[in-house]
Nanobody
Framework: QVQLVESGGGLVQAGDSLRLSCAAS????????MAWFRQAPGKEREFVAG??????NTYYADSVKGRFTISRDNAKNTLQMNSLTPEDTAVYYC?????????????????WGQGTQVTVSS
């Protein structure tokens, strides 16, 4: 079982940057993939970025491609967010899957963090 804790959220202006971190503990050796999802008020939770734990292959939602970068280092996963816009405002959740190296389906992730708020003002 893996436990995840997100950090790094906050309030920024449009065009600014933030770096989110997801610290993993527990049986991290069983992790196949990790990802970030986000949920804005009144919206469905959506896939943002993912990374395979073994090879570090990355995947991005079209809406963040070219602006966000996901990476991993040991038991930590980082989401670098640049050129933020108000549309990026959401609660960001880190997720880990023991069965899927990469997936955009939230149901494929068996471990979730508590979320960190990102707010981008105009």
């Amino acid at each position: 079982q893996v436990q995840l804790v997100e950090s790094g959220g906050g309030l920024v202006q449009a065009g600014d940057s933030l770096r989110l971190s997801c610290a993993a503990s527990g049986r991290t050796f069983s992790t196949s993939g990790m990802a970030w999802f986000r949920q804005a008020p009144g919206k469905e939770r959506e896939f943002v970025a993912g990374i395979t734990w073994r090879n570090g292959n990355t995947y991005y939602a079209d809406s963040v491609k070219g602006r966000f970068t996901i990476s991993r280092d040991n038991a930590k996963n980082t989401l670098q967010m640049n050129s933020l816009t108000p549309e990026d405002t959401a609660v960001y959740y880190c997720a880990a899957s023991s069965a899927y190296a990469v997936s955009r389906n939230q149901g494929h992730y068996n471990t979730w963090g508590q979320g960190t708020q990102v707010t981008v003002s105009s």
